[in-house]
């Protein structure tokens, strides 16, 4: 019977884990969903083309008066070696072959800051760029700034939808595997309550087991959430920097919380269920 009673309890503890689990992914995407979407603003640059005139101290000194502005980010100087090349990578080895000197010109890549990737920061910022002597011609990349601005916003919604439905379903998920392991012990709430236990006397024991159920099944489902992103960092480095420690420590406190609340709450209300319930309807 005690070997039953240990197998029955690990078996819950495994299954609020992985319920957990979508609990956790859906608090990381919440948490990060303002990080990534920078992320992905602050890998679009702006291109800088220097007159022809242009030479590279020049340019140097304009990317470091660019850098200073406001909105911007950071800045990447492009010499004409490093032009050719990227270019010959492009379009191949003979394409420059038909210049008697080569048309690269110094370049400047500009990293805007998040707040600032967007049509009209960008109709605010082109003319100020454009305006600086140095500079010939200001490649925006409008229509790409539109287009990701436009899908982050259909993905927040979507992943919004998903992240609700599946808070939702975890909730119901965790109440019904408490309430079964319980339900294996209504004879023996029915027993405490013939001779004369209260429902809070009855309650007790139960919901103290059920704080340590749902701090178990939480930090277990901590420890393999942080093992998966450790292994997924290292394939992919980014997730290290959009996962900082702050974020992974607010993760864990909703694990622990959610795990804890709901196996309380799901214990509460069935104990006095069956606390209530007659003798018959147990049999049922």
Do not use: W
Not at 204 to 216: E, N
């Amino acid at each position: 019977m005690k070997r039953r009673l240990t197998g029955a309890y690990i078996s819950s503890v495994i299954s609020i884990s992985l319920v957990l689990l979508l609990i956790g992914v859906a608090s990381a995407l919440i948490l990060n969903a303002g990080r990534v979407s920078n992320y992905f603003k602050e890998n679009i640059q702006i291109s800088l083309l220097c007159g022809t005139g242009v030479s590279e101290a020049q340019a140097a000194a304009c990317a470091s008066r660019i850098d200073s502005l406001p909105f911007v980010r950071s800045t990447e100087l492009i010499g004409k070696a490093q032009g050719e090349k990227e270019l010959k990578e492009m379009l191949g080895e003979d394409f420059l072959s038909v210049f008697e000197t080569a048309p690269i010109p110094v370049s400047i890549n500009v990293g805007l800051k998040a707040d600032y990737v967007s049509a009209d920061s960008l109709a605010r910022i082109i003319p100020v760029l454009q305006a600086i002597p140095e500079i010939d011609e200001v490649e925006s990349r409008q229509s790409l700034v539109e287009a990701l601005n436009r899908n982050l916003s259909g993905i927040s919604l979507v992943l919004g939808v998903f992240i609700a439905l599946l808070l939702f379903i975890s909730f119901i998920l965790i109440g019904n595997t408490v309430r079964l392991s319980l339900y294996a012990k209504r004879f023996t709430i029915h027993t405490m309550r013939l001779v004369g236990a209260t429902r809070a006397f009855i309650r007790r024991p139960f919901i103290g087991s059920a704080v340590v159920q749902g701090l178990v099944s939480g930090l277990i489902t901590c420890g393999v959430l942080a093992g998966g992103l450790y292994l997924a960092s290292r394939s992919f480095p980014q997730i290290a920097a959009i996962f900082t420690p702050g974020i992974l420590a607010a993760v864990a406190g909703i694990i622990l919380a959610c795990g804890i609340l709901i196996c309380v709450l799901a214990t509460f209300f069935t104990v006095n269920k069956l606390a209530l319930a007659s003798e018959d309807s147990l049999y049922y």
